[in-house]
């Protein structure tokens, strides 16, 4: 399994933005495809956005679509979340999730498919 760390905890004003990233090592990064959770309190976890290992393909939540933007760098191990017009409702803990794929176009939807998780970070969107 890849090991993944998250960065970018934040406090953010509603309408404010913030950028989270997730560090890969141990594997290598371009051989999975990559994908952000969150859960919030007392709620399920739910499927935020996913990215191929090309990076060519991307999917969003309808709760996130147009105002989230999933990226990586595979020559830094890195994936990207970039979060604009936040809202109350996207408070959650934010995790990264890895999928090894064999295609380089595959992105997966829902995250019981991830075997690799990071430990999560904190997001608090205040209104």
């Known amino acids: 399994q890849v090991q993944l760390v998250e960065s970018g905890v934040g406090l953010v004003l509603a309408g404010g933005s913030l950028r989270l990233s997730c560090a890969a090592s141990?594997?290598?990064?371009?051989?999975?495809?990559m994908g952000w959770v969150r859960q919030a309190p007392g709620k399920e976890r739910e499927f935020v956005a996913a990215?191929?290992?090309?990076?060519?393909?991307?999917y969003y939540a309808d709760s996130v679509k147009g105002r989230f933007t999933i990226s990586r760098e595979n020559a830094k191990n890195t994936v990207y979340l970039q979060m604009n017009s936040l809202k109350p409702e996207d408070t959650a803990v934010y995790y990264c999730a890895a999928k090894p794929d064999r295609s380089y176009y595959t992105i997966t939807s829902y995250y019981t498919a991830y075997d690799s998780w990071g430990q999560g970070t904190q997001v608090t969107v205040s209104s």
């Open positions: 990215i191929s290992r090309g990076g060519s393909r991307t």
């Open positions: 141990g594997r290598t990064f371009s051989n999975y495809s």
